[in-house]
């Protein structure tokens, strides 16, 4: 079955940098687009941003342009999440998702807190 697995959240200070994680397994991975999306407590779920099967396609919410960036590694079935400058209302639950058969599928989450 489709596993989605969130690594590599923690507390961090104002200015710092994070890069999130996320194992893939149970489906073509090369095969799909990817997404990160993120929840901040008392806040509804946000998309963050998407990359395509290849990595040729990335796609960002606009105002993380240029502090976010999502990559990924097709060998080893996982998307990532580099996030730089982080701001205290970056604080929040990161998940990954993939769109399968029809259906959406998420990960736990990792909690990412940014505060000094």
């Known amino acids: 079955q489709v596993q989605l697995v969130e690594s590599g959240g923690g507390l961090v200070q104002p200015g710092g940098s994070l890069r999130l994680s996320c194992a893939a397994s149970?489906?073509?991975?090369?095969?799909?687009?990817m997404k990160w999306y993120r929840q901040a407590p008392g806040k509804e779920r946000e998309w963050v941003a998407m990359?395509?099967?290849?990595?040729?396609?990335?796609i960002y919410l606009d105002s993380l342009k240029g502090r976010f960036a999502i990559s990924r590694d097709n060998a080893k079935n996982t998307v990532f999440l580099q996030m730089n400058s982080l701001k205290p209302e970056d604080t929040a639950v990161y998940y990954c998702?993939?769109?399968?058969?029809?259906?959406?599928?998420w990960g736990q989450g990792t909690q990412v807190t940014v505060s000094g």
């Open positions: 998702a993939v769109y399968w058969r029809q259906q959406d599928y």
């Open positions: 149970g489906f073509a991975f090369e095969r799909n687009s």
């Open positions: 990359i395509s099967g290849t990595g040729e396609d990335r």
